[in-house]
C-alpha cells in the first residue's frame, strides 16, 4: 500500500500501479488540474468509482499538514478546498481516508527551488523560496503514518541547494535520522543519483 504526495496528474503513482503489486490508498496535491487528470485516471484506468476518486486524490496544501491528517478543517481552509474534496476528507483527514496499514510513501516535493536552472534565475539563487522547506511536510506525513520505507525524489541540484547557509542535503538527513528512518548520509547521497535511460527509459533524466 502507499501514499503519494506532491502527486501532481500521478505519474509516479502510476509507475507503482502498474506493477500490479501495489495498491494506492490516497495521493494528495495542490493544483487543481492534476487532482482532476489523476481522478479520472483512476477511474478511466484503474476502476475506481468517482466518488473513491475523490476521496482518495485530495486537493490540499501539505503545508497545513494537521489539518491535512487529522481534518476538523477551519472555515478558511474549507472555503479554499471544500468544494474539491469529500466530506470525509474535510472532517477527518487522510487519517479517515487510509484505512489500512501504510507500507510506503512515496513523492518528490516540487523541483524549483533545487533545480540548477531556478536557482541560475533567480536573484538570491532561491535561498529565500518557501519550496526549499517543503520536505519538511514530507517528514511529518512519514512520521504521522510511520511506513515500512519512503520514496523521496526529487532534481540532482539538491545536493547543492543551501537555503539558509546550510545545504538542504543535511536538513533532510537530520530531519528523517530525527524521526528513526535511515538515508544515505549527505556526504554520500551523490550515489543516489539515478538516470531513466539505465532502466530502460528513452529519455535521459536524472533524478536524486
Not at 535511515?182 to 539505465?198: A, F
Request: glycine share 8%; charged share 30%; proline share 5%.
Amino acid at each position: 500500500t502507499f501514499i503519494d504526495l506532491f502527486a501532481g496528474a500521478g505519474g509516479l503513482s502510476e509507475g507503482f500501479l502498474q506493477t500490479g503489486k501495489f495498491e494506492a490508498l490516497a495521493h494528495v496535491e495542490w493544483e487543481l488540474p492534476m487532482v482532476e487528470t489523476l481522478r479520472n485516471r483512476l477511474v478511466k484506468k484503474w476502476g475506481h468509482t468517482e466518488a473513491e476518486a475523490k476521496e482518495q486524490v485530495v486537493l490540499f496544501d501539505i503545508q497545513k499538514t494537521q489539518e491535512l491528517l487529522l481534518g476538523d478543517w477551519t472555515d478558511e481552509t474549507i472555503k479554499s478546498y471544500g468544494k474539491n474534496n469529500s466530506d470525509l476528507v474535510q472532517k477527518k483527514g487522510l487519517r479517515g481516508v487510509v484505512k489500512k496499514d501504510v507500507d510506503l510513501i512515496i513523492g518528490g516535493p516540487p523541483c524549483q527551488a533545487y533545480s540548477i536552472a531556478g536557482r541560475a534565475q533567480d536573484p538570491n539563487s532561491m535561498k529565500d523560496d518557501y519550496r526549499n522547506f517543503l520536505f519538511e511536510s514530507f517528514v511529518k506525513v512519514v512520521d504521522f503514518f510511520k511506513p515500512k520505507l519512503f520514496v523521496f525524489e526529487n532534481v540532482p541540484g539538491l545536493l547543492s541547494a543551501c537555503p539558509g547557509d546550510k545545504p538542504v542535503r543535511e536538513r533532510i538527513y537530520e530531519a528523517f535520522q530525527t524521526i528513526g528512518y535511515s538515508i544515505r548520509k549527505p556526504e554520500d547521497l551523490k550515489d543516489s543519483v539515478y538516470c531513466s535511460e539505465d532502466f530502460d527509459v528513452p529519455q535521459k533524466r536524472n533524478r536524486i
